[in-house]
């Protein structure tokens, strides 16, 4: 079971467990509708538009609004803190929520009681958390994009804000020094989705994947496509995929979404995420052949 | 390494405000705390200290939720910075430019407007949980009649969309250049 933890941009919204599902540009979930915009919200729809066409359980979701003051946050923290063991999904994605490092910890110890640690996700300011707290190792996967991996890379900042600048100003031809620093601080999950015009996928401190095709400049203005990689790739792993396999997958369909939507600067996330059925369709199946075959390959003496 | 001035509760802030007084910082402390601001008396490292040898750690994230409330109750402090690393904030802002559009980041925030019309087409990045909210806020408006992000943002990422936001105003006023 994947279970997606975050915020959504409502004030009133108790912490909400259920079933999401995405109707036009409305996230609907335990009688609550939520706008699908950048955020968790986006992250869940792209999640459940992958479980779907893969036939597999829609993901389970915790979701509690949040307008920045971080009250809603904390209810997400205690919650998981008090009950990750007995959820005991088999992924965890860990999203939109204040970043606070001692509940941070707190989290990935309740993860590390359950009978199975779940396979650990963070994005968004879950990753800032868990980067700054000093337990990114204890996490799975993370899904930097270029600022996010030079914070990951300065080994003192701890928050993207203050990054060094000298870091912050480095173009994607430094992302290996980059993947390469964020590995040596320990302040990378063991695997790392760095998305950009060029997205990298580095496992154990070494990069295994660049995808750059299909090109679709827009895609980096619009809000939610980094969270959309997020979400399809905790609905592959949890599908049975590998995370490499996963990562390759979820950033090929991302940018095959914002082609077959015709992204613009103005494209809204849902007319991104609502063509992802008609990806996977013509897709998927020829993707998933390719990482067998790369994976014979890598496997030959 | 801090010399806390009670109970370690596990409170970890990586932020520190300094104050000009005891005074100061335990009105700071109380403004704080009615508020439900997370905080907690500390006397700064030596490398840090400026004004009385006492502040108060926050959580970092917070500091322009912390600078406004503080503001808004005249409880006068020096600065806020980070426990560790650099003091400063990033400064850089990168423009890019899609044709009818244009994309202004300011550390890890994206905001993009229309050229013509100042309408803000987009906001991307970031990670905290005020930003959606302001995206949700700020969408579909012109630039000049859109919410300001230092105005009801609460974290760093706010911070961050500010500057992308005032970059922003500035070059739409200048005809989109």
Not at chain 1, 215 to 231: F, Q, R, V, Y
Not at chain 2, 141 to 153: I, N, S, T, V, Y
Request: with cysteine.
């Amino acid at each position: 079971m994947l279970l997606i933890c975050g915020t959504a941009p409502r004030k009133d919204l108790p912490l909400t467990e259920g079933e999401a599902i995405l109707q036009g540009d409305t996230l609907r979930i335990g009688g609550a509708e939520i706008p699908c915009t950048q955020g968790t919200a986006a992250l869940v729809s792209a999640a459940g538009a992958t479980l779907a066409f893969l036939r597999q359980p829609a993901p389970r979701t915790l979701l509690v609004g949040d307008d920045g003051s971080g009250k809603g946050s904390r209810l997400l923290y205690e919650h998981l803190i008090g009950n990750l063991p007995r959820i005991a999904p088999q992924v965890v994605v860990l999203h939109y929520m204040l970043p606070v490092m001692g509940l941070m910890r707190k989290v990935s110890e309740s993860a590390s009681k359950a009978k199975k640690r779940p396979f650990m996700i963070a994005d968004a300011a879950a990753m800032y958390a868990a980067k700054a707290a000093g337990i990114a190792r204890e996490f799975d996967l993370f899904t930097p994009d270029l600022s996010e991996l030079a914070f990951l890379a300065d080994p003192q900042a701890t928050h993207p804000a203050y990054v060094s600048r000298h870091l912050f100003e480095s173009d994607s031809s430094r992302i290996p020094e980059l993947v390469a620093a964020a590995y040596a601080h320990g302040s990378a999950a063991r695997t790392l989705v760095v998305k950009g015009s060029t997205d990298h996928i580095a496992q154990d401190g070494r990069i295994v994947e660049r995808l750059a095709e299909p090109n679709i400049p827009a895609l980096e203005a619009i809000g939610g496509t980094g969270d959309t990689i997020s979400g399809m790739v905790g609905a592959l792993v949890s599908a049975g995929f590998d995370a490499v396999t996963a990562a390759r997958i979820a950033v090929r369909a991302n940018r095959t979404a914002g082609l077959y939507a015709g992204a613009t600067p103005a494209t809204r996330i849902w007319q991104v995420i609502e063509t992802l059925p008609r990806v996977f369709a013509d897709h998927l199946d020829k993707w998933a052949r390719q990482a067998v075959d790369r994976k014979i390959e890598r496997s030959a003496p | 390494m801090f010399f806390k001035s009670e109970k370690n509760n596990g409170f970890e802030g990586g932020g520190l405000v300094l104050f000009e007084s005891v005074e100061g910082a335990l009105s700071g402390e109380r403004a704080l705390k009615a508020e439900g601001i997370e905080n907690r008396l500390v006397a700064p490292p030596p490398e840090l200290r400026r004004g009385c040898d006492l502040a108060l750690e926050i959580n970092l994230v917070e500091k322009p939720a912390v600078e406004r409330m503080l503001g808004s109750r005249q409880v006068h402090f020096i600065d806020i910075l980070p426990t560790r690393g650099g003091t400063e904030l990033l400064q850089v802002v990168q423009v890019t430019d899609f044709g009818e559009a244009v994309m202004v980041k300011a550390g890890n925030m994206k905001l993009t407007f229309d050229k013509v019309s100042g309408v803000v087409l987009n906001i991307s990045g970031g990670g905290c949980p005020d930003i959606p909210y302001l995206h949700a806020e700020m969408l579909a408006k012109p630039l000049d009649r859109a919410p300001r992000p230092r105005e009801m943002g609460h974290t760093l990422c706010s911070l961050m969309l500010d500057r992308a936001y005032v970059q922003s105003l500035e070059i739409w006023k200048n005809g989109g250049r």
